[in-house]
């Protein structure tokens, strides 16, 4: 499935420049009604336009934070998986590592700008 986003746009109080806003579409949800008005001020809007988004690599940071249920612990406070995916998350890898919030970052940026076939290729070369 490709990414969809609505790209929608007013001119808002009527000024010369118009205000563009972004409308991303989960699944297969209609997010007309969320396009068709801007969100700060209600104004129309004057165009919308539906855009594909490029398979470039989306890199998540989750939270890796548990509770052993047995000692009532918590653990992992402060720290995160490093996750890269497609844009419609039908692949998803997972580090088996987690990291601190600053090292996730930098790891992050390995990422920035790949598509994701060739995100998943740095990714296998450096064994996150």
């Not at 001119?11 to 972004?22: L, Q």
């Not at 918590?74 to 998803?92: G, M, R, T």
């Not at 987690?98 to 790891?107: G, I, M, P, R, S």
Request: with cysteine; proline share 2%.
């Amino acid at each position: 499935m490709k990414k969809i986003v609505l790209e929608s746009t007013s001119d808002y109080m009527g000024g010369e420049n118009d205000v563009v806003w972004y409308t991303v579409l989960h699944r297969d949800e209609d997010a007309s009604e969320l396009a068709a008005s801007n969100p700060w001020s209600g104004d129309d809007a004057v165009t919308e336009a539906k855009c594909f988004l490029m398979d470039d690599c989306v890199v998540t940071f989750r939270p890796a934070r548990y509770e052993n249920r047995v000692d009532e612990g918590n653990y992992n406070k402060d720290k995160y998986f490093l996750e890269i995916s497609n844009q419609d998350a039908s692949v998803i890898m997972s580090s088996r590592k987690v990291y601190l919030w600053a090292d996730v970052l930098e790891l992050a940026e390995a990422f920035k700008g790949l598509s994701f076939k060739t995100a998943t290729r740095v990714w296998s070369v450096q064994k996150y």
